[in-house]
């Protein structure tokens, strides 16, 4: 590693060719229906996501965070309504149209989802075998790239119970970062960690949208993240079945109209 950081291997760019760039809001959800089968979860989801910011989707359990992420990351139909990515309507794509655009998208599931059998290196380095024309070489430095992006450049050769929590979650990180992605996702990041892990893995998703410029959607319920990373926020309620307001968390905290929301990051927050 080089004095200044990292130094950057060849691109990993997926097979197929982007998307191309089109203007803000990265992503736009258009009167969008989620649930599963019959059952309503979420209900008339109109926001968009600006491009390069943080955006959180909170609100309490139950109140369809986690299936309103589904749809986003194309693992589950909206069950009405459009999502767009850069002005393209992804669920009313072709197939190889999604699968090109999902590409684009890294996600970081709660629980960092590594295989126990491999390697840290041998895990960031699953999507480029899978999605890449990279030779082996090649796959080997980006994962140590990638790795080392989040602080554990020296621990490619470890496996996942070998390291703490916080540890596997940076390596999921690096993982979602693996084929360059434009939209990180991330489905509570914080869950299981203590707070001072916590607290780095939000300050490493704020060096990252810095030096990557990615647009970051964040699934939370933990509010000293909420309050350390969002730009920009939904609120989700589970009574109601639809959004109840869209806006930074600090600003909503202070001047938000609705008592549910202003209660709601008012619990022993910042």
């Known amino acids: 590693m080089s004095p200044d950081g990292p130094t950057k291997p060849p691109s990993a760019a997926p097979l197929s060719e982007p998307i191309s760039e089109q203007a803000d809001p ?8 989620v649930g599963y089968g019959e059952t309503v979860i979420q209900r008339d989801l109109s926001f968009g996501v600006r491009r390069g910011d943080v955006f959180v989707i909170m609100g309490g359990s139950g109140s369809g965070k986690s299936t309103l992420m589904r749809s986003l990351i194309g693992l589950l139909a909206p069950q009405a309504g459009r999502i767009l990515f850069d002005g393209e309507s992804f669920w009313d794509a072709l197939q190889h149209e999604r699968t090109r655009r999902m590409r684009r998208n890294g996600v970081m599931y709660q629980s960092g989802a590594l295989w126990s059998s491999m390697t840290l290196e041998e895990n960031v380095a699953l999507p480029l075998e ?13 994962a140590v790239y990638k790795l080392a992006l989040v602080g554990l450049s020296a621990y490619c050769d470890y496996y996942p119970s070998e390291i703490s929590g916080g540890m596997r979650k940076r390596v999921g990180v690096a993982r979602a970062m693996a084929l360059d992605p434009d939209i990180l996702f991330f489905d509570e990041p914080s869950a299981g960690l203590d707070p001072l892990s916590a ?22 319920h933990d509010l000293a993240s909420i309050f350390a990373i969002a730009d920009d926020s939904v609120f989700l309620d589970a009574a109601t ?29 910042e």
């Open 199 to 220: 607290r780095l893995l939000d300050d490493l998703i704020l060096e990252l949208r810095e030096s990557l410029g990615a647009t970051m959607v964040v699934v939370t």
């Open 241 to 269: 079945q639809t959004m109840l307001t869209t806006g930074n968390p600090r600003d909503l905290r202070e001047h938000c109209e609705i008592k549910l929301v202003r209660d709601f990051l008012s619990r022993g927050g």
């Open 26 to 33: 990265h992503i736009l959800l258009d009167a969008v229906s």
């Open 130 to 142: 899978q999605y890449t024309n990279l030779r082996r070489s090649q796959i080997h430095e980006v």
